[in-house]
């Protein structure tokens, strides 16, 4: 086994060496990489670009009028610890820390989540809701394009040969009404599991309780996360009692295309997005109104 | 082809030859010689390779070496000062924190990251904090215990 090993000092050194070798793989925090590959789930790249030193590319940056700019090197610890990130985008800090165990969080980034394209990736429904963008750096450009077509299945994604992830942006969400937002899941253990089915809620709520807007994606039944807009739909302009949260929720689930494997039957995971999707609402509604108060 | 580096283990430096592709808990003990951090699961899951990079958890089977240049390692075998136990080994000793004993250079690193930065934590916060590393010998309870007991000796 022969593997050419680089070591970035700088962005420029990794896109010029991304550029030269385009089918090198970028390794970042290696929670998925170097496992994957002794593991035989994916072969050994022939070439490994390792970017873990950019402290360029570390950091949670926030920006004018209320975006949020997320280093690709930022990790799952320094997310779920995030201020900023717990306050106004409570989903993504829920999901952070779901991923792994600590030692998972504190070397998995968030850039390599996204590239390693889990259909269970606990970002990912997170990520949907707040309409996320993903920059991608290349030796020629830089450009974004919006989480929901940066992911295109299982393990893939839409970046090109020689393009690297440098940063997720979060545009800014008119939070008036109060926004809140939850992602939650169906686990069979707390720690080092993976989601059987997850949910994503974000909504404004008005004082008197009705719904604004709202946003809601779901996780691990389908070939990657997926927006449910029947479901937004169902509660948008409603006061969300639980009659109104179980049509959208069933909506959600009416758009679910799971599958049968080692942890749940495509049938459980179908009624479950049901309950799941219930929960991440309700949690979401309970959170945007304690920030009206 | 083999690269050299340079491995700054419990404060000592260690140069070795390894091909970019070995990962971490590899060359600690076999290139290094340290083989207090164990080779569970090989897959991220059980923590028994866990070791401190700058102070945090690692599951060191996850990392490459070439990764680990440059930065602090700490493995078990640096636990001990002097000839002298460190207090969370005293203390997994006195409550039963260690049956087979596989798991435990795992849970001491692990342990020894929960308390450097967060000296007094709850029952609940240990076993968070815990949570990436496996016990097969039920013994948590004693576990949790032990950290206890290191965290009340500090």
């Known amino acids: ?293 | 082809m083999k690269r050299e580096l340079s491995l700054l283990v419990n404060g000592v430096t260690y140069q070795v030859d390894v091909e970019p592709h070995r990962n971490l808990l590899s060359v600690i003990r076999n290139e290094v010689g340290l083989t207090g951090a164990k080779e569970g699961c090989d897959d991220s899951e059980c923590g028994a390779c866990m070791v401190l990079l700058d102070g945090r958890p690692a599951n060191s089977c996850s990392v490459l070496a070439m990764q680990a240049a440059g930065r602090r390692i700490e493995t078990v075998e640096g636990l001990a000062t002097g000839g002298k136990l460190h207090p969370l080994q005293t203390a997994f000793i006195e409550e039963g924190g260690v049956q087979c004993g596989f798991c435990t250079p795992g849970m001491l690193m692990s342990a020894k990251a929960l308390l450097d930065s967060n000296p007094h934590p709850t029952d609940a916060e240990i076993r968070r904090y815990l949570s990436g590393n496996l016990c097969r010998c039920t013994g948590y309870s004693g576990i949790v215990r032990a950290v206890q007991k290191a965290a009340a000796a500090r």
């Not at chain 1, 606990?122 to 920059?135: H, Q, T, Y």
């Not at chain 1, 927006?227 to 509660?235: F, G, Q, T, V």
Request: aromatic share 4%; charged share 25%.
């Open chain 1, 1 to 293: 086994m022969s593997v050419e090993y680089f070591e970035a000092a700088d962005l420029k050194q990794a896109r010029d060496y991304l550029g030269r070798n385009p089918k090198a793989a970028v390794l970042a925090g290696g929670t998925d990489l170097v496992v994957g590959t002794r593991s035989g789930k994916r072969s050994l790249p022939d070439a490994i670009v390792a970017i873990h030193r950019l402290s360029e590319l570390r950091g949670i940056e926030e920006q004018r009028r209320g975006a949020l700019r997320l280093g690709a090197l930022t990790s799952h610890a320094d997310i779920e610890s995030s201020e900023v990130v717990v306050r106004s985008w409570t989903a993504l800090s829920d999901a952070s820390a779901l991923v792994g165990s600590p030692a998972t969080r504190h070397l998995g980034t968030i850039g390599g989540n996204v590239c390693n394209a889990s259909p269970a990736m606990e970002v990912g429904s997170p990520l949907l809701v707040f309409d996320a963008r993903v920059e991608l750096t290349s030796k020629r450009r830089k450009r974004t394009l919006p989480f929901s077509e940066f992911v295109t299945g299982p393990g893939r994604t839409a970046a090109e040969a020689g393009e690297m992830v440098t940063a997720v942006l979060l545009p800014a969400l008119n939070r008036r009404p109060p926004v809140g937002s939850a992602y939650l899941r169906l686990e069979y253990r707390q720690a080092m599991e993976i989601a059987v089915v997850g949910a994503a809620a974000a909504l404004a709520v008005d004082g008197r309780g009705k719904c604004k807007w709202a946003r809601i994606a779901i996780t691990a039944v389908a070939p990657t996360c997926l927006r449910a807009s029947a479901a937004e739909d169902m509660l948008a302009g409603h006061k969300l009692t639980a009659d109104v949260i179980d049509e959208a929720a069933r909506a959600a689930a009416a758009v679910a295309k799971p599958i049968d494997d080692v942890r749940a039957s495509a049938e459980y995971r179908r009624e479950m997005v049901t309950v799941i999707v219930s929960r991440a609402i309700a949690r979401a509604a309970a959170r945007a109104q304690a920030g009206s108060r």
